[in-house]
């Protein structure tokens, strides 16, 4: 497995306060980018690359530089736009309407340098047509229900009128790229895709679905927003540590699949959130194990929810709080490493061994701060616990959360009927799970055996075959578990039963085709 080295450039004091986390997964993983926002964040990058006649094409590894849209004026009339109700209220005219609204919408409009919006009057018949465009893109939004701040609140990806950055608006006007919800997880998402084996033909799908496709829906955003605003100057400095990795190759391979699904793109979108999030939690989760020098697949027991507790709802507990604690072990590990470096062991014996490690912890970590002569106090031990202490409360703010987090937005766990958080796949989950895998009627046997090899998923007894050897569970609580999953697909219209040995998985999409 091919991987970087520590990048001998990266966004020095305006980036992370230490290269740790990073050199792990990359910059960045981050819990407060849920899956939907991470993949807006890949859909704006791709939108600004095809522009330049780059689609998910890497022009060295991890150079990747980008103008993203802004689209102000969408945002500000999608909103921030608080008097369009108001004066719908009223009894006015149609033109006086218009008038009354206009100045109060160029005055309270945010980061526009000439805040003019009189152009919508060309394009719309009336004001309530314009407004009903407004409510039904405001009803489109991708978690529309949040408490963010206008600029930081997205409409649907109709098309690539409807991509652009998240920003901060000051009170005085300033916009400023902000990270908190695009926290670059969309920018290590385009790089993996970018490394993907079969990243010739996804970039076809992606350009011919998504970027050039007939979209109805974004000429009404294009209709509001009129010439598109771009950011004052390019985004750099994601970093993604792996050349090659199996995870990446399979992304690309359940996104091409959902792509060739026979069905609006607009409806294929949920499912390749869902599918992103689920990759990039094994991806973490395996790269903190190689990171602790395990060997083997990550697993994910999973209770197919029942009435009652049983020994498998304890095991999938056990796996979700085994996996959660993976990452910071993984960091704890990636630290102590360097102790057994030969220029580790060079300053130990040297003239200055405080100064001496303190100064390789720099060059390898980004800390400490060589500036600050506090940070450089303490012998070669006392260093490497503070560094561990100080990276762990740093990794446990964002890093940390990322599985916890994902597993729960995307219907992966669950603490239904239990005081303890444990793997238990739901509906929307499953259903994304037979889309994506079944391409063709599949023996339920099979389901879960494919599921197992792709993703980890433990359900059934075969694929449990470890703890009811160990004399952890029996094979019946197994066979009840997968017994219970056959059900659930039943009833979501994904099985057939043609007798009682004979369980067929179907795609509904496939099977209507």
């Known amino acids: ?29 981050h819990d407060e980018q849920s899956p939907w926002l991470t993949v807006l964040e890949f859909l704006c990058v791709m939108c600004a690359e095809h522009a330049q006649g780059r689609t998910l094409t890497e022009n060295g590894f991890n150079t990747l530089s980008y103008l993203p849209q802004t689209q102000l004026r969408l945002r500000n009339l999608l909103f921030n736009n608080p008097h369009l109700a108001t004066i719908l209220a009223t009894d006015l005219s149609d033109d006086a309407m218009w008038q009354s609204w206009l100045p109060r919408m160029e005055e309270n409009a945010g980061g526009l340098e000439r805040p003019t919006f009189g152009y919508l009057r060309d394009r719309f018949d009336t004001f309530r047509d314009f407004a009903s465009v407004v409510s039904f893109l405001q009803s489109s939004a ?42 670059r997880t969309g920018e290590v998402l385009y790089l993996m895709l970018c490394r993907s084996a079969r990243v010739g033909d996804l970039r076809e799908r992606l ?15 294009k209709a509001l927003q009129g010439e598109t ?54 991806y973490q989760l395996q790269r903190s194990a ?3 020098g395990a060997q083997g697949p990550i697993t994910l027991v999973s209770e197919i929810v029942s009435p009652k507790r049983s020994v498998v709802r304890d095991l999938s507990a ?15 590990s990636y630290i102590g490493k360097i102790t057994a470096s030969p220029e580790w062991q060079a300053a130990l014996v040297s003239d200055e061994p405080g100064e001496k490690a303190a ?17 450089m106090q303490g012998t070669p031990a006392a260093l490497i616990e503070r560094l561990v202490q100080r990276a762990t409360v740093r990794h446990k703010q964002h890093v940390g959360k990322v599985h916890s987090t994902w597993a729960r937005l995307i219907g992966l766990s669950s603490r239904r009927a239990s005081r303890r958080v444990r793997y238990a796949p739901t509906d929307r989950l499953l259903k994304t799970l037979v889309v994506c895998c079944v391409d063709r009627r599949l023996e339920f046997k099979e389901f879960l055996a494919l599921i197992y090899q792709r993703y980890g998923f433990i359900i059934g007894d075969q694929q449990a075959r470890s703890f009811i050897d160990a004399g952890t ?34 795609n509904p999409f496939q099977r209507t085709a």
């Open 473 to 506: 569970a029996d094979q019946e609580d197994f066979s009840d578990n997968a017994r219970r999953l056959e059900e659930r697909l039943a009833s979501l219209g994904l099985l057939k039963r043609l007798s009682d040995s004979c369980a067929y998985v179907e």
């Open 229 to 282: 605003q771009f950011a004052g100057r390019e985004r750099a400095g994601a970093y993604l540590p792996c050349k090659t990795y199996p995870t990446f190759d399979r992304l690309a391979e359940d996104w091409i699949a959902l792509l060739d699904l026979k069905i609006p793109v607009y409806d294929t979108l949920p499912h390749i959130v869902t599918m992103t999030g689920l990759h990039l939690i094994l």
């Open 1 to 29: 497995m091919e991987v970087l080295t520590r990048p001998a450039e990266h966004e020095d004091r305006t980036g992370p306060e230490m290269w740790i986390d990073e050199a792990i997964w990359g910059h960045r993983l």
């Open 290 to 292: 190689e990171a602790m």
């Open 142 to 183: 991708i978690e529309g229900g949040s408490n963010k701040r206008w600029s930081s609140k997205f409409v649907f990806p109709f098309g690539t009128s409807a991509l652009y950055e998240d920003v901060s608006v000051s009170a005085a006007g300033g916009v400023s790229t902000d990270r908190r919800f695009f926290a």
């Open 318 to 332: 056990d796996s979700f709080q085994a996996n959660n604690a993976l990452p910071q072990q993984a960091l704890e």
């Open 207 to 221: 350009i011919e679905r998504l970027i050039t496709a007939d979209a109805p829906y974004d000429g009404l955003v």
């Open 359 to 375: 100064e390789l912890l720099a060059m390898t970590f980004d800390w400490p701060d060589l500036d600050d002569p506090d940070d």
